[in-house]
C-alpha cells in the first residue's frame, strides 16, 4: 500500500465523519438560531433555554437519520477490513 492509497484512506475517513455529523450539527444549528433571534426579539437572556430545543431536534434527527447514518459507517468499516489483507501483504 502506498502513501497515495493512506491518503486516500484518511480523506474518506474524513468525508465520512463530515457527511455522518452535518444533519446533527445543521439541524443544531438552525435551533439555535431560531432560538437566538427570539430571545433578541423579546429581551429574553436565559442562557439554559436553547438547551432543551436543540436536545429534542438532535434526537429527532438521530432518530430519523439514524439507519442511514449506521450504514454508512458499516459501508465504511467493512471497506476498511476488505483492504486488511492488501495491507498486510
Not at 25 to 37: P, R, T
Not at 70 to 80: C, D, E, H, K, M
Amino acid at each position: 500500500m502506498s502513501i497515495g492509497d493512506l491518503v486516500t484512506l484518511m480523506r474518506e475517513g474524513v468525508l465520512e465523519v463530515l457527511v455522518i455529523t452535518t444533519p446533527v450539527l445543521g439541524a443544531a444549528l438552525i435551533i439555535g438560531l431560531i432560538i437566538a433571534i427570539l430571545q433578541a426579539v423579546t429581551s429574553i437572556q436565559e442562557q439554559t433555554l436553547t438547551f432543551v430545543p436543540k436536545l429534542f431536534a438532535i434526537l429527532a434527527v438521530l432518530a430519523l437519520l439514524g439507519s442511514w447514518m449506521f450504514a454508512s459507517l458499516r459501508g465504511y468499516t467493512i471497506n476498511l477490513f476488505n483492504m486488511i489483507p492488501e495491507v498486510a501483504g
